[in-house]
């Protein structure tokens, strides 16, 4: 647990952004994440490199990419740590978490954030700089000191994969990183198309469906999501994440 203090991030800076792709199944497709205004040179080049990595990873790997988001870098601005009269319960460290996916952009694995929960715990003092590097050695893009924004490759691991991205792009070095997907964005794909002709005419008012930038399932909107979930998913299986919309 987190013993008798909190955590509160105060940061500048923005989010992940998918890539724009062609041919994704969908009824109308919106995008996964938000992005702020882009002003910084360096990052308009990264966001034509985010789509020549994607391309790549398509073209050579389609059994195993998911995408490629770029994170806008987020500067830690400041820490403030709020003393508690008891331990956090299951409450607290369950909004303290949705918080620091908020920041980072990241949806965390429960084995990271147990681990960066327990290492906060051991920080003698939790300046900046040091939540800083507990972020970078757990592999939680988004909370950097230098404020750098960062190309995040999806995919199902593969060496080859990564070895590819790394030759045909050696300049990103310090700007690249690879993280986990549950499905390649070829399967999502499939699957998405599959459960729009299936599912027309059969009851169930579909708005959007949409690969997960981050390979983490195909996300589909429909205003009757409670009965949706249940039918697709014991359909199609847990790669489904149906949402809640118009």
């Known amino acids: 647990m987190l013993g008798a203090a909190v955590l509160v991030l105060l940061l500048a800076g923005g989010c992940a952004s998918p890539a724009e792709r062609d041919g994704t199944a969908a009824a109308t497709t919106a995008p996964t994440t938000s992005s702020p205004t ?27 990419c998911a995408g490629v988001a770029l994170v806008l870098g987020q500067k830690v601005a400041a820490i403030e740590v709020e003393p508690l009269g008891k331990s956090p319960g299951p409450e607290e460290l369950a909004e303290f978490r949705r918080r620091l996916e908020r920041t980072t952009g990241e949806k965390l694995s429960d084995e990271v954030f147990a681990l960066f929960v327990e290492a906060f715990e051991q920080l003698p003092e939790p300046t900046p700089e040091r939540l800083a590097e507990l972020a970078a050695g757990l592999g939680i893009p988004g909370l950097d ?38 499905y390649s964005f070829k399967y999502l794909d499939a699957l998405g198309r599959r459960i729009l002709t299936e599912q027309a005419g059969k009851g169930i008012n579909i708005s959007e469906v949409s690969p997960a930038f981050d390979g983490s399932g195909v996300q589909v909107v429909t205003p009757d999501a409670r009965r949706a979930r249940r039918q697709l998913q014991r359909r199609y299986g847990p790669a489904v994440i149906v949402l809640e919309g118009p």
């Open 145 to 182: 000191l230098s404020g750098r924004d960062r190309l995040v490759v999806y995919r199902r691991p593969l060496a080859a994969l990564d070895a590819a991205v790394r030759q045909r792009f050696p300049d990103l070095a310090a700007d690249l990183r690879f993280a986990d997907a549950k």
């Open 38 to 64: 882009v002003t910084s040179q360096d990052t308009e080049a990264l966001r034509h490199v985010q789509l020549e990595v994607e391309r790549l990873c398509m073209t050579e790997f389609p059994e195993h």
